[in-house]
């Protein structure tokens, strides 16, 4: 991209953003504008009485309803929605079914030891297939191509790291079939990428159309008989009590109680009562390139559906979509104060421009192509940046979130875990070590969003000095590490 616009994408706002560039900016994702936008259903009617009550129309609570209506049918099961099945993360991701684990292996280990972890980490590889069964299952066309994914290093303290991580994912139970390092005649064949030193490759990864995924998914729960209701807040969910009130989900259309109520609101966790502190939502965001014509394909390759990432600090995560475009993201503004976000979905000009100039460095054929839509969405993160579900018999209440951006997968598994915890049935999924995990709240304000300034800022800073050559990951990483609790 030219210095000249550079400098106007830093200056102007996103209103004149669209007006000189011409592309949509906010709303909603591409993915939709892609897929078009789902038919709206109708709000909750008044109060009601179900089994269960799944707070939150995105991945997590679908997965949650399509697994415990295939377990039993019989069960009355109601989805509340804020805005739309799937307006959320869910619609507005990178399309990384990944199996990325979401949170630390260490974390987990000291709680239930390696041999829990390494069951996790499987019980991911085998969520991806899942999730490519199901939709084939349901015929559920989202664009699922299998390719794997290639995480890259372009400079020698990224190089370090990604060696030091193949060395210990082999500690973890990794095999060269799982993760591997790929000669540069491989690398340069499945995906030339500008400056990178070397690459890892992971089968275990998909790329997916999310919002197609998503309304697939949506339209299949409700035609197993699942109550879908849109245009529905939840304000408050209270748990069962002694005196033999059923736990319920309130809203101010009706409250809707049930034996149990699942909270699966992710980056939204905030807007209920009592929960501000409790999962921070942290913003990432989207940048898409016009369709790339046969000649810009030649000088990058990228034809076999492959993700792509890297090992920057603040990084970026990308794929070749199905029509034969970059979607590219990151993290622009990381946090709003008072963990509020935003509904527009607009990501500011200063980011687009950003996120233009990673797409230049890592791909240059692609450097002049046309932004055609920029985007943006929340995710939620705990304290300890450890995802988690749980479901409380006593209070009837249940949850599972705190992604920390690698939730396509793992809400499939949340949702067969949240499944036999409801059923009580104990299985493998209810031992793994992310079951009943509960961490500290985040800090108040100021301190919250002071917090997370200072550790992007390192980061961002970390980046720069590591791209001028430093051989080591900077201190400045080190030190956002240690504030962050990562």
Same mark, same amino acid.
């Given at each position: 991209?030219?210095?000249?616009?550079?400098?106007?994408?830093?200056?102007?706002?996103?209103?004149?953003?669209?007006?000189?560039?011409?592309?949509?900016?906010?709303?909603?994702?591409?993915?939709?504008?892609?897929?078009?936008?789902?038919?709206?259903?109708?709000?909750?009617?008044?109060?009601?009485?179900?089994?269960?009550?799944?707070?939150?129309?995105?991945?997590?609570?679908?997965?949650?309803?399509?697994?415990?209506?295939?377990?039993?049918?019989?069960?009355?099961?109601?989805?509340?929605?804020?805005?739309? @099945?799937?307006?959320?993360?869910?619609?507005?991701?990178?399309?990384?079914?990944?199996?990325?684990?979401?949170?630390?292996?260490?974390?987990?280990?000291?709680?239930?030891?390696?041999?829990?972890?390494?069951?996790?980490?499987?019980?991911?590889?085998?969520?991806?297939?899942?999730?490519?069964?199901?939709?084939?299952?349901?015929?559920?066309?989202?664009?699922?191509?299998?390719?794997?994914?290639?995480?890259?290093?372009?400079?020698?303290?990224?190089?370090?790291?990604?060696?030091?991580?193949?060395?210990?994912?082999?500690?973890?139970?990794?095999?060269?079939?799982?993760?591997?390092?790929? *000669?540069?005649?491989?690398?340069?064949?499945?995906?030339?990428?500008?400056?990178?030193?070397?690459?890892?490759?992971?089968?275990?990864?998909?790329?997916?159309?999310?919002?197609?995924?998503?309304?697939?998914?949506?339209?299949?729960?409700?035609?197993?008989?699942?109550?879908?209701?849109?245009?529905?807040?939840?304000?408050?969910?209270?748990?069962?009590?002694?005196?033999?009130?059923?736990?319920?989900?309130?809203?101010?259309?009706?409250?809707?109680?049930?034996?149990?109520?699942?909270?699966?609101?992710?980056?939204?966790?905030?807007?209920?009562?009592?929960?501000?502190?409790?999962? $921070?939502?942290?913003?990432?965001?989207?940048?898409?390139?016009?369709?790339?014509?046969?000649?810009?394909?030649?000088?990058?390759?990228?034809?076999?559906?492959?993700?792509?990432?890297?090992?920057?600090?603040?990084?970026?995560?990308?794929?070749?979509?199905?029509?034969?475009?970059? @979607?590219?993201?990151?993290?622009?503004?990381?946090?709003?104060?008072?963990?509020?976000? *935003?509904?527009?979905?607009?990501?500011?000009?200063?980011?687009?421009?950003?996120?233009?100039?990673?797409?230049?460095?890592?791909?240059?054929?692609?450097?002049?192509?046309?932004?055609?839509?920029?985007?943006?969405?929340?995710?939620?993160?705990?304290?300890?940046?450890?995802?988690?579900?749980?479901?409380?018999?006593?209070?009837?209440?249940?949850?599972?979130?705190?992604?920390?951006?690698?939730?396509?997968?793992?809400?499939?598994?949340?949702?067969?875990?949240?499944?036999? $915890?409801?059923?009580?049935?104990?299985?493998?999924?209810?031992? $793994?070590?992310?079951?009943?995990?509960?961490?500290?709240?985040?800090?108040?304000?100021?301190?919250?969003?002071?917090?997370?300034?200072?550790?992007?800022?390192?980061?961002?800073?970390? *980046?720069?000095?590591?791209?001028?050559?430093?051989?080591?990951?900077?201190?400045?990483?080190?030190?956002?590490?240690?504030?962050?609790?990562?």
């Amino acid at each position: 991209m030219p210095d000249s616009l550079v400098r106007r994408f830093t200056r102007a706002t996103a209103d004149e953003v669209m007006k000189t560039t011409g592309f949509a900016n906010g709303g909603v994702s591409f993915w939709y504008r892609q897929a078009g936008m789902p038919s709206a259903r109708g709000p909750l009617p008044g109060s009601r009485e179900y089994d269960v009550c799944v707070v939150g129309g995105g991945f997590t609570g679908l997965w949650t309803a399509y697994y415990l209506k295939q377990a039993q049918p019989d069960l009355r099961i109601a989805i509340l929605e804020k805005e739309f @099945a799937g307006f959320g993360a869910s619609g507005r991701n990178g399309g990384w079914l990944t199996a990325e684990l979401a949170g630390s292996r260490e974390r987990y280990a000291g709680a239930h030891g390696r041999d829990a972890v390494v069951a996790l980490q499987r019980a991911m590889f085998e969520g991806v297939d899942e999730v490519i069964r199901v939709a084939a299952g349901e015929g559920i066309d989202a664009d699922i191509v299998k390719g794997g994914v290639l995480n890259v290093a372009t400079n020698p303290a990224q190089r370090r790291r990604l060696h030091d991580e193949l060395a210990g994912s082999r500690e973890w139970g990794h095999t060269e079939q799982d993760l591997r390092l790929l *000669d540069r005649e491989e690398r340069e064949d499945r995906l030339r990428v500008a400056g990178a030193l070397d690459a890892t490759f992971s089968p275990h990864c998909a790329r997916v159309q999310p919002a197609r995924l998503v309304q697939g998914l949506a339209r299949t729960v409700e035609a197993l008989g699942v109550d879908i209701f849109e245009s529905t807040a939840v304000t408050e969910i209270r748990p069962r009590d002694g005196a033999g009130r059923p736990a319920a989900a309130v809203t101010a259309r009706g409250t809707v109680s049930a034996e149990y109520v699942i909270r699966a609101t992710e980056g939204f966790t905030a807007g209920i009562a009592g929960q501000r502190r409790q999962w $921070l939502p942290m913003n990432s965001s989207m940048i898409v390139t016009e369709p790339l014509g046969e000649d810009v394909w030649k000088h990058i390759g990228w034809l076999g559906g492959e993700l792509l990432g890297d090992h920057a600090h603040a990084y970026v995560y990308a794929q070749r979509t199905a029509d034969g475009r970059i @979607a590219i993201g990151g993290r622009g503004v990381p946090y709003r104060f008072g963990s509020r976000w *935003d509904r527009r979905g607009a990501t500011q000009p200063q980011t687009v421009a950003a996120l233009w100039r990673m797409l230049g460095n890592l791909f240059p054929a692609a450097a002049d192509a046309r932004v055609d839509h920029a985007w943006c969405g929340v995710l939620g993160v705990p304290r300890d940046w450890c995802s988690t579900v749980h479901v409380d018999h006593d209070s009837g209440v249940g949850w599972a979130g705190g992604y920390v951006g690698t939730g396509v997968t793992t809400t499939n598994l949340a949702g067969r875990t949240l499944r036999d $915890l409801v059923l009580h049935r104990d299985t493998e999924l209810t031992r $793994l070590p992310w079951v009943g995990r509960q961490v500290r709240q985040w800090e108040p304000e100021p301190l919250r969003w002071a917090g997370v300034q200072l550790i992007y800022a390192l980061y961002r800073a970390a *980046d720069r000095r590591e791209n001028d050559r430093l051989a080591r990951t900077s201190n400045y990483a080190r030190l956002a590490g240690l504030v962050s609790g990562r």
